[in-house]
C-alpha cells in the first residue's frame, strides 16, 4: 500500500529465488488459479502460458518501476492496467505469429493474462516501490515460479491422461490414457496433490530448522 | 477522474493527471501498432498456411488452389474482394486439374461448435476427405474425430451425388450407429462419440447440400476436370 511504503530492498539472490520457492504464486501465494487450471492440460500448453505471463510480468514491472516517480497515486491503478494490457496485445501477436496451433490451444487465456492478479499485485506491491534491477529480477523470480508450477501440473497431467510428454508418446500404443487428468477435473486432482506435496516439504524444513538448535 | 475534487490532494492537479494518463496511453498505443506492423505478415502467412494445409488434407493429390465463394443465391464466383458469401477452395493437381472443392461445414458437437472442411469430387460425385478445423470436444472421445483412422475412412468416397434434377443431394448425409453403415452415403459412428460423430455429419450434409449443387452447376467456371 502507497501509504505504508515498502523500504528499498537490497538487492541480492534471494530477490529472484524467493519467486521460485517461498512465494511461489501458485504453490504458496495461491494466486492465478484460472490459468493454472485451464491450461495445463498439456506440458507444452503450460510452457508456453508460463513463459507469456513471465514476458508481461518482467516488461511491466520494468515500466511500472521506471515510471513509479512520475505516477500520481490517483491513477495507479488505471497506469498499471494500461501497461500490463499493452504487453498482454504483444504477446498475443507474437504467440499468432509464432504458432496458430498454439494460440489456438491457449484460447482466450492469452488475453486474460491482462487481469492475471499475479501481475498486477507485483506492479502494486513491489515494483512501484523498486528501482528498476530489483522490479525486473523479482518479477523473473515469480514468473519463474509460476512457469515452474504449471510445468509442474501440465507435465503430470499429460503424462498420466496423454502418456506423453511434450507430445513424445512415453509408452506404448496398449496405453491405456486416464482421460480425466487433461479434462478439468484432473487441474483439481493434480493440483491438489502438488500442494500437498509442497506443503509437506515445507512443514519437514521448517521442523528440520527448528530441530537444529537443541541438537547443537 | 481527472477533474480536481476536494478530496484529492493538491499535490496532484487534474493536469497531472491527464498527463500522465496520456502518456501511458501514448506509449501503449505506439507498442501495439509497432508489434502489429511487426507480426502482421507473419500472422497472415501462418493463416495462409493453415488454410492450404487444411485444403491439401482434404483433397489428396491438389497442389495448386483457387478460391471461390458460394453467392447467396445458389451460385458460384471466383473469390474478390466484391464478392460476398461462403468461401471454398477449389484444388487443382500438377497438371492442372480440378482434383476437387474443399467446403467448409459446422454443426454443434457436444461442447461448442464442430467445424470441418471437407473435399467434393465432382469425378465421383463424393466427399474425399475430411479434416476438422476447430472443436472444443471431450479429450479422448470426441476429439478423435481428428485422428481416428476408422472415422476419418468413412470420408474417402463418401457419396454425395445429387438427385435427378440436380437440385439437391439425391441421399442426406447420415451419421448411423457405430458398426451399422450399411449404404456409401452413411458416416459410422466413433462408438462412445455419438454426439460428436452426428455434428460432423450434419455439418458436412448442410454444407454438401448447399455447396454441391453450385458446384456441379459450374463446373466449367472450376475449370472442370471430367
Not at chain 1, 530477490?15 to 488459479?33: D, S
Not at chain 1, 491513477?75 to 501477436?93: E, L, N, P, Q
Request: charged share 15%.
Amino acid at each position: 500500500m502507497p501509504t505504508n511504503p515498502l523500504q528499498v530492498e537490497q538487492l541480492s539472490a534471494d530477490t529472484f529465488l524467493r519467486g521460485l520457492w517461498e512465494e511461489n504464486p501458485v504453490f504458496v501465494m495461491l494466486l492465478g488459479m484460472c490459468p493454472t487450471l485451464a491450461v495445463t492440460n498439456s506440458a507444452m500448453n503450460a510452457l508456453a502460458m508460463g513463459l507469456a505471463t513471465t514476458f508481461v510480468l518482467i516488461c511491466s514491472s520494468a515500466l511500472v518501476s521506471l515510471l513509479r516517480a512520475l505516477v500520481p497515486k490517483q491513477v495507479r491503478i488505471a497506469t498499471y492496467i494500461v501497461i500490463i494490457a499493452t504487453f498482454v496485445t504483444m504477446v498475443d501477436y507474437t504467440i499468432q505469429a509464432i504458432s496458430l496451433t498454439l494460440y489456438n490451444a491457449l484460447g482466450a487465456f492469452i488475453q486474460l493474462i491482462a487481469v492475471n492478479c499475479i501481475i498486477l499485485g507485483r506492479a502494486e506491491a513491489y515494483a512501484s516501490k523498486q528501482p528498476i534491477a530489483n522490479a525486473v529480477v523479482n518479477a523473473a523470480g515469480i514468473g519463474g515460479g509460476f512457469t515452474l508450477a504449471l510445468l509442474c501440473l501440465g507435465a503430470v497431467r499429460e503424462i498420466l491422461g496423454n502418456g506423453s510428454l511434450f507430445g513424445v508418446h512415453l509408452f506404448g500404443p496398449s496405453f491405456q490414457p486416464w482421460v480425466i487428468m487433461v479434462l478439468p477435473p484432473g487441474g483439481f486432482f493434480v493440483l491438489g496433490s502438488w500442494l500437498l506435496t509442497f506443503a509437506w516439504i515445507r512443514r519437514r524444513r521448517e521442523r528440520s530448522r527448528q530441530e537444529v538448535p537443541h541438537g547443537a | 477522474m481527472s477533474t480536481p475534487s476536494p478530496s484529492i490532494p493538491a499535490s496532484a492537479p487534474g493536469a497531472r493527471l491527464i498527463r500522465t494518463l496520456g502518456l501511458v496511453a501514448a506509449v501503449s498505443g505506439l507498442l501495439v501498432v509497432l508489434t502489429d506492423r511487426i507480426t502482421a505478415p507473419y500472422i497472415a502467412a501462418n493463416r495462409r498456411a493453415a488454410v492450404e494445409q487444411a485444403v491439401s488434407r482434404v483433397l489428396p493429390g491438389a497442389v495448386r488452389r483457387a478460391d471461390f465463394v458460394l453467392t447467396p443465391d445458389g451460385g458460384l464466383a471466383p473469390a474478390s474482394a466484391g464478392t460476398k458469401g461462403q468461401a471454398v477452395y477449389a484444388g487443382y493437381d500438377a497438371s492442372g486439374r480440378l482434383v476437387g472443392v474443399a467446403v467448409q461445414g459446422a454443426a454443434r458437437g457436444y461442447q461448442d461448435l464442430v467445424r470441418v472442411l471437407f473435399g467434393y469430387s465432382p469425378a465421383c460425385h463424393c466427399v474425399v476427405g475430411m479434416t476438422v478445423l476447430q472443436m472444443a470436444e471431450t479429450p479422448g472421445l470426441g476429439d478423435r474425430a481428428k485422428s481416428d483412422p476408422a472415422f476419418l475412412a468413412n470420408f474417402r468416397a463418401l457419396d454425395a451425388s445429387l438427385n435427378e434434377k440436380g437440385s439437391a443431394l439425391a441421399h442426406a448425409i447420415q451419421t448411423v450407429k457405430h458398426g451399422s453403415k450399411s449404404s456409401p452415403w452413411q458416416i459410422d459412428a466413433m462408438s462412445g462419440a455419438t454426439i460428436t460423430s452426428k455434428a460432423v455429419g450434419r455439418a458436412i450434409d448442410a454444407s454438401a447440400e448447399r455447396a454441391v449443387p453450385a458446384i456441379e452447376h459450374h463446373l466449367d467456371l472450376l475449370g472442370g476436370a471430367r
